[in-house]
């Protein structure tokens, strides 16, 4: 059974920074191309970030709103994809989630930015 | 970027009604095309890919269809679970986007 399991998300300050993980499980983790989505609340889902498997490099692609502070990176030995998130501003508040693109995704966690 | 518009915003519909649901991208993105239910709380479930296709598990009630820039979402037989929320997203282009969402509710 494929399980994504998000951490990492809770509440933070503007300009800080916080690094999201996404443990996986089920699948062949090393060959997958992942995803991060985030969702403002009560508000539409957003693409924040991809990041290609290792043997393309693990090249990543970011959202324009993210670009320059958010940073995708994965441990294949660990099979956990991170989103590391810095200088954080109050409109990058968020449930934020892990996918394998479509088909798997996680349950989400939680980032608060605000004073 | 390509941008998704999707109509209407909501709708209310009684159980056993046809509800369509319509998303349109502002270029061509061919097949390159999903549609998720969202339940408050839960994560996108995927509904239909490649435009056409159904999810396994999804029931056969939900039905896709278009290519290009217009895409359509069915709903044959309206059932108290279907009630969530509605996206399409194109993955054709980055960066990848999704559609405004299309609120479900029974009459």
């Known amino acids: 059974e494929v399980q994504l399991v998000e951490s990492g998300g809770g509440l933070v300050k503007p300009g800080g920074s916080l690094r999201l993980s996404c443990a996986a499980s089920?699948?062949?983790?090393?060959?997958?191309?992942m995803f991060w989505v985030r969702q403002a609340p009560g508000k539409g889902l957003e693409w924040v970030g991809r990041?290609?498997?290792?043997?393309?490099?693990?090249?990543?692609d970011h959202a324009a709103p993210v670009r320059g502070r958010f940073t995708l990176s994965r441990d294949d030995s660990k099979n956990t994809l991170y989103l590391q998130m810095n200088n954080l501003k109050p409109e990058d508040t968020a449930v934020y989630y892990c996918?394998?693109?479509?088909?798997?995704w996680g349950q989400g966690t939680l980032v608060t930015v605000s004073s | 970027d390509i941008q998704m518009t999707q109509s209407p915003s909501s709708l209310s519909a009684s159980v056993g009604d046809r509800v369509t649901i319509t998303c349109q991208a502002s270029?061509?993105?061919?097949?390159?095309f999903y549609w998720y239910q969202q339940k408050p709380g839960k994560a996108p479930k995927l509904v239909i890919y490649?435009?056409?296709n159904l999810e396994t598990g999804v029931p056969s009630r939900f039905s896709g269809s278009g290519s290009g820039t217009d895409f359509t979402l069915t709903i044959s037989s309206l059932q108290p679970e279907d009630v969530g929320t509605y996206y399409c997203?194109?993955?054709?282009?980055?960066?990848?986007?999704f559609g405004p969402g299309t609120k479900v509710h029974i009459k």
């Open positions: 996918n394998t693109g479509a088909r798997y």
């Open positions: 089920g699948f062949t983790f090393s060959t997958a191309w």
């Open positions: 990041i290609k498997e290792t043997k393309y490099g693990g090249t990543t």
């Open positions: 270029q061509d993105v061919g097949k390159n």
């Open positions: 490649d435009a056409s």
């Open positions: 997203q194109q993955y054709d282009n980055l960066p990848l986007t």
